[in-house]
Nanobody, 127 residues
């Protein structure tokens, strides 16, 4: 059974950096794209970044472009989200997601579609 477990969230100050990790347990039997989403209180879930199996294709939402970086280590079955220059508007629960159906692309994650979701990790940015 596939499970995703995020870690690395916490309380930071505006301007700080933070790195989130998401580890996959179980076997997928195929390649998969991975991505990060977030949801702030009283707001819709927002897709942030996604990366294809090979790492050759990525997607960044305008709200995080230039500040957030996604990377993955397939041998460790881990995806990372590096977040720089954090602001209070980045406060949210951050979720990683896995898509089994996009071969080596990120199209489904770009549309907010995924096959598996993590339980989320809270990121709070104080001003």
């Amino acid at each position: 059974q596939v499970q995703l477990v995020e870690s690395g969230g916490g309380l930071v100050q505006a301007g700080d950096s933070l790195r989130l990790s998401c580890v996959l347990s179980g076997r997928t039997f195929r390649t998969y794209a991975m991505g990060w989403f977030r949801q702030a209180p009283a707001r819709d879930r927002e897709g942030l970044v996604a990366i294809s199996w090979s790492g050759g294709t990525t997607y960044f939402a305008d709200s995080v472009k230039g500040r957030f970086t996604i990377s993955r280590d397939n041998a460790k079955k881990t995806v990372y989200l590096e977040m720089d220059r954090l602001t209070p508007e980045d406060t949210a629960v951050y979720y990683c997601a896995l898509d089994l159906q996009s071969w080596d692309g990120v199209e489904r994650l770009h549309r907010g579609l995924a096959d598996y979701w993590g339980q989320g990790t809270q990121v709070t940015v104080s001003s």
